[in-house]
């Protein structure tokens, strides 16, 4: 069983930056993949940017490449998304998932934080 608590979030002007925490602890040999997914209100949960642990890999949605950055420290289990030039509509309460294989669809991770909410205003 994997437990995640993200941390990290608050309010932000547009043009600022926010560094979310995602700690992990439990069994890892089924979390392949950490990513981060964002949900506004009305809409649906979206991924946001992904990490292969084992590789390192990453991806990123189109709408924050370049702007977000994600990474992973294996020896303290964690997972970091550093987000900068924050807009608007980058508000959302934003979620690390832990999951067996990489994907975007939600259904590819078995684990889920409790939400960090993000605010740019």
């Known amino acids: 069983h994997v437990q995640l608590v993200e941390s990290g979030g608050g309010l932000v002007q547009p043009g600022g930056s926010l560094s979310l925490s995602c700690a992990a602890s439990?069994?890892?040999?089924?979390?392949?993949?950490m990513a981060w997914f964002r949900q506004a209100p009305g809409k649906e949960r979206e991924g946001v940017a992904r990490?292969?642990?084992?590789?390192?890999?990453?991806y990123y949605a189109d709408s924050v490449k370049g702007r977000f950055t994600i990474s992973q420290d294996n020896a303290k289990n964690t997972v970091y998304l550093q987000m900068s030039t924050l807009k608007p509509e980058d508000t959302a309460m934003h979620y690390c998932?832990?999951?067996?294989?990489?994907?975007?669809?939600?259904?590819?991770?078995?684990?889920w934080g409790q939400g960090t909410q993000v605010t740019v205003s």
């Open positions: 990490i292969a642990t084992g590789s390192g890999d990453t």
């Open positions: 998932a832990a999951g067996r294989r990489c994907s975007w669809s939600t259904t590819a991770y078995d684990y």
């Open positions: 439990g069994y890892t040999y089924n979390r392949s993949c």
